[in-house]
Structure formats: structure tokens, C-alpha cells
């Protein structure tokens, strides 16, 4: 299971395709935490992520830091095997909580565009002005100390332009984990399209050459295809039965209120989307309800939802149309310029018999738990 901890609403950033737009709210309490804490130990079926969110998470790193001591202890005394990961925009990150995170074996997730002109076309700060020059280097210090961080770029109409030069610099920088989000909210056009599969083909050789020389890195819109070195291996998050929002994932806000995923805690505790909070318990009728809502569409076998598919995420099929039952034109149009990519790239790897930098090779799965969808 993962369990997405909305430590605070407040954030340094402004990012315009936020889905959790910043707002002032009172910081996640110690006893909320906890709380949340002992619901992802009880539903948790088998290894547990717990994912620091926000907000910024990093303007409560104190809280994270008891909610990691606090969640050791509890795997001291048995139950599920349990791993951190920190998802921040990185202007708060320093070399004080980086040591401390590596000792702990908390893990991090630095949501980051890429170029400057990538960065700056959505990921400004408060007064307007550019955050880029600030994050990158903190980037750089991230991954020179830790290699496994995962590097977490939003696409947008604006930005695919730069996407073959960005993760250009991101490899030169150190990242091998790259996971990349369309915006399927925005409209792409045919022109952005066309640029999409240009920057797309332009990555697959970079991918393929360097699998080929045995720097494989990791690349989102290729993985699920590639990472198909043992079928049989349940260790695997690529071989895990698909995340269900409500069931295998949970997201708790700064109140305490809690919400079948990190998408819908924006929408407050008196949508229908709010499942109850840490203190009362959650209502098993709602979570039933929604995850089956999720599941039946997913299930449809006419539907182009399958393996690496923009749509094969719940989460990202509400936030594109709003609902989980109806696949919007932008990830149609998305799927059909990448998958053919993907499949090549997926054929020259099995031809050639390359090996993909699989994350099973890296991170317990509940490691893994942490960097494959949905939100
Ligand atoms: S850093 Fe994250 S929480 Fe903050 S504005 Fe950007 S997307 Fe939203």
C-alpha cells in the first residue's frame, strides 16, 4: 500500500498545473501523523510506502523526521516492511537533512522540469520570478549523494520542446530515475504532438545507446514495456497487481481527513471523495465504491488502457475528464504518438538482449511502491 501524507498546504512555490494549488492551512499535527501512520500499518496488505507530500514537505521537516523514527519502531515490532520517500520541489533541501535522510534510508522524489526554459514555463516563485537556478544545484547535491533519488518531470504543451535536452542535463547531472507525467489536462495540439514523438524518438536512442554500453537509465514512458526481465517475479512492482486508488493507495490531508488519493485532497472533507479521518476511521462502503467505479472502467477490453498507456492510472484519467470512466482526446492523442515509440523501443531491447536499469534490481518493493502511479 501507499500512503500519501499531505504534511502542509503551504508551499514556496507556484506552479501553475498544480493539482493541490498552495493555500495557508495549519501544518499536519504530530497526533494526526501518527494516526495516519497506524492506518497505513492496519491496511496495508503487504509492504507499506509512505510518500511526504504536500504542499512542500520540507516545511515540516521536523514532523518528517518523527514520523521515520516513529514508523522504525513500529517495524521493529513486526507487521509490514515500510520505506519513505519525500516528493519536494527541492528549494528547501540541505546538506543537514540530506545526511540525516541517508542515514535513515529516506528516499526522494524532486519534482523538476528540467532546462530553465522548461522549469520556468510552469515552476515559478511566489513574486513570478524563475526558481531554476535555485533548485539546480540543490539537484546536483541530491544525486550526488544519493543515485537512486527519482527525478519527477510534469510534460506539458509548453515544455515537450525541451524534453530530449533536459534529460540530456538531468544524465550529465547524475539522475538515472526519470519519471515523466503528461499534463492530460492541457489541450495538445498537433503541432505539440508532432514535436512529442520528435523529442520522444530522441530519447529512445539516447535509452537504447545507453542501455547498450551498459548505462541503462530509467525512463517512465518506456519502463513498463522493458522491465519485463521475469514475469514470475512478485518482488517486482512491474509484476504487482496494478495500485487501486482507495484500496492500495490512501492520501491524508493536513487535518487529518483522508482520500482514496493524492488527487482528490484538493477537493476537501465535504466532497464525496472524502473517506472520513484518521480519528473516526474510514467509511469501507465509499472505499468500495470508488475503487469498483476505478476498476470497471480500467477492466474494459476494447479500451487502449493497458501496460504503459497515459490512461492506465485512475488518478490520471479524473484529473484529465474528471471522472474515471471516460478517457479524455489529450491522453488519446498522447498514447497514440508515444506507445508506437515505446513498442519499438521495447523490440530493439528484447533483440538485442539489453538490460533495462530495473528498479527490482535496486529497491525493496516497498521501495518501488513510490515511484509508479497512480497519485
Ligand atoms: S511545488 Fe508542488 S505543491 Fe508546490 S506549487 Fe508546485 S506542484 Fe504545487
Redesign the pocket.
Known sequence: MRLHLHLTSS?N???S??F???AYSEPMSEAVAFRALDLGWREAQGPLSVVFT???PLLAKGLIQSIVHRGREMAQQGGPKIAFRVVT?GLLLDEPFLTWAAAQGVRFGM?YDGVQAAQDAH?LLPDRTSSWALVQWRLRQLLHGDRRAAVLLTLTPQTVGHLERSVAELLRAGARYLVVTPSLADAWGEAALEVLGQQLEGVARRYLERARKGKAFYFSPFELHCTQTDPENPRCIYHYPPLEVGVDVLAVDPAGFVFPGSVFVAKGPASRWCLGDVFGGISERLRRQISAEARAFAQRDELPIRGLSATRCASLRWISVGSFDALGEAALAYDAVHLPIADRVRASMLEEGLRPLSPEGEFPLEEQLSIAGPF
Open positions: 508551499c512555490l507556484r506552479c498545473y498544480c493541490t494549488p498552495p504536500g504542499g512542500e520541489n519534482s515552476r
